[in-house]
Nanobody, 122 residues
Framework: QVQLVESGGGLVQPGGSLRLSCAASGFTLGDYGIGWFRQAPGNEREGVLCISRYVVSGVKGRFTISRDNAKSTVYLQMNSLKPEDTGVYYC????????????????????WGKGTLVTVSS
């Protein structure tokens, strides 16, 4: 059974850090591009940071995505968090041989997790 299960969300103060995890099962993570997406209250889901199946990590500003294929786990390290980072964070996986920018458009995903809530507030 294919599953993506996110964890690590919670309440954090502005300026704080969180590391989200996404545990994959039922498929070979190394064969898939992966991405983290966020859905803020009242907004559509949007790509946060994504990497192709050929890449093991990526950085965009305050966020770092990484994968451990041996552990079938994807991570999102988030630093200097801001209230606007609040939302439900989802991980997704795609077998399509495309780059991170395309993956973050969200149209190619084969699997999605159910999300973990991140709230940045004082």
């Amino acid at each position: 059974q294919v599953q993506l299960v996110e964890s690590g969300g919670g309440l954090v103060q502005p300026g704080g850090s969180l590391r989200l995890s996404c545990a994959a099962s039922g498929f070979t993570l190394g064969d898939y591009g992966i991405g983290w997406f966020r859905q803020a209250p009242g907004n559509e889901r949007e790509g946060v940071l994504c990497i192709s199946r050929y890449v093991v990590s990526g950085v965009k500003g305050r966020f770092t995505i990484s994968r451990d294929n041996a552990k079938s786990t994807v991570y999102l390290q988030m630093n200097s968090l801001k209230p606007e980072d609040t939302g439900v964070y989802y991980c997704g996986a795609t077998r399509a041989p495309v780059g991170g920018t395309t993956i973050c458009q969200g149209a190619n995903m084969d699997y999605w997790g159910k999300g973990t809530l991140v709230t940045v507030s004082s």
